[in-house]
């Protein structure tokens, strides 16, 4: 395997990967704020929060800086999709196909992100998931407090489950001794398929039942 | 007094109550996203907002790490809580008492460990209070706003402020040179005593009067 | 210029400022939550937001203690705000004028002291403007969010947008090598005055168009 040889190669296609990630989840904020006939500033906000929000949340539990603030380029991609939705408005919902891939990509990235950086802090692997998870989903969340709705994750999509089964991957693989390489590949690998099946097939988590329903 | 001349004894009290409160606490805000039909992971969430939340913005602003990453027993609590709700949930009503008394342990002991974590750090009692106040009471806020409900407590319960009450107690027998067992005890039966005369006598704070309405 | 020679002087009048800025925006918050009804304490905890919200946030991403739990006159001053709001209810609405001076004051200042916060810690000014402009805003959006109403900032005020120009000025100020006095004056009346002309003359950020939304 070359990339497997070549570090350089890994750590671009890591950064291109999460810059599409950064670019589907500000462009995916924006566009809900747009329906609600936000201001570009408002827009941005919520942009911001998507693409940002779960891992600002995991660094300060971690106890360091928010990773954005090392270096602009998170905020010039919440920009440029910023950009896009204001030039570019009528022409995005043709392209739902792309976003949807480009923001599962980035899902799962930000997951393994999150696991990574928890445990080069020296936390148990528990809080490592939790974390992933928390970076990759916690951003759609803080989004929809903003906007003033229900959390969209915890009704209809299997958004966070996905990167919970990607850290039990990426654990279990760690557990047996495999490579840093495979580990990683299949945990990507996880969260894309479940998501990509999970919305193909209309799978959700089953809901809470009301104390008042009747018996089954 | 035996307890007093047994500190293991104590801390096991200690942890029964605290483990029995963080049950109670994630019940109810299982309990509350089960009447929205939230989905299992949407319930843990809020569950595991209400049980830690408090004592999670709690952490942050005193520059530690969440209690919650040090041991997974308070998300297992979380599970459990999960799991009654899941399985039992047509026998939880008829328990409210239960609920609510295990709820007003937790709360009395979560301001406590609040204010002794503050001024462990260094900080003086004034923030001592305030953080246990936010130890007892936030998880619930944060509950609320993941549901898109406005805050139930800035409207009906004495919730915080009772804490706020257990907290001047606190202060006051620290400033007699009490011991801690009969500062803790007090303290603790405080939050208690008013919490349950404020819920069976119907007591609340006075509301804040609109600017629009008549005069007195 | 005198108080250019007098640096005492110009700490008490910045004192000042600040205390009025955080007496205008916990009566701004106070108010809200009167408006619906919240019971003494809910009103409170708006104020609070409002007042240190913002600059809690900033400190915590920072990794500093929030600034509030140095010294307990900014509770203080919503204490003030909150006895106002109870007492003289009837009479708050007359001055609306006042409290918008008040509460714009505040925002210049808030902006500024985050500005030179985050410079301090360390930070290139790119970090400086944004955390100055939530210094100055966030406040606002918690306590629509504790309100559950959808950020009012989001959508007609051009208050953020008045942060970052603000902290613009003040980086072409100090790019440009000119005194601090100048810079922050400059930054301080660039908030102001972007403010009062955008209240004025209705001046607000374009909307985001709807994906729905007829071509232009």
């Known amino acids: 395997m070359t990339i497997h040889q070549d570090p350089e190669l890994v750590m671009t296609l890591q950064s291109v990967i999460e810059f599409i990630g950064t670019f589907a989840f500000a462009l995916s904020g924006i566009r809900l704020a747009a329906s609600k006939h936000y201001d570009w500033l408002g827009?941005?906000?919520?942009?911001?929060a998507v693409a940002i929000g779960g891992g600002t949340i995991r660094d300060v539990m971690l106890g360091l800086n928010p990773f954005w603030m090392s270096s602009p380029i998170y905020l010039l991609f919440t920009f440029l999709a910023q950009l896009v939705v204001i030039v570019c408005h009528?022409?995005?919902?043709?392209?739902?196909?792309?976003?949807?891939?480009?923001?599962?990509?980035?899902?799962?990235?930000?997951?393994?992100?999150?696991?990574?950086?928890?445990?080069?802090?020296?936390?148990?692997?528990?809080?490592?998931?939790?974390m992933g998870c928390i970076t990759g989903s916690f951003g759609g969340v803080i989004r929809d407090v903003l906007l003033n709705e229900e959390p969209v994750i915890f009704r209809k999509e299997i958004y966070a489950m996905a990167?919970?089964?990607?850290?039990?991957?990426?654990?279990?693989?760690?557990?047996?001794?495999?490579s840093l390489y495979v580990t990683v590949i299949a945990s990507f690998l996880t969260v894309c398929i479940i998501r990509l099946l999970a919305v193909k097939y209309h799978i959700s988590l089953p809901t809470l039942r009301d104390e008042e329903d009747k018996k089954e």
Chains 1, 2, 3 share one sequence.
Request: glycine share 12%; proline share 2%.
């Open 43 to 48: 827009g941005f906000v919520c942009g911001v």
């Open 90 to 130: 009528h022409y995005l919902k043709r392209l739902d196909n792309t976003w949807f891939l480009f923001d599962t990509l980035g899902l799962a990235l930000f997951n393994i992100a999150g696991i990574q950086k928890t445990l080069d802090c020296g936390f148990p692997f528990w809080v490592a998931i939790i």
């Open 163 to 178: 990167c919970v089964l990607g850290g039990l991957v990426y654990w279990a693989f760690s557990y047996l001794g495999l």
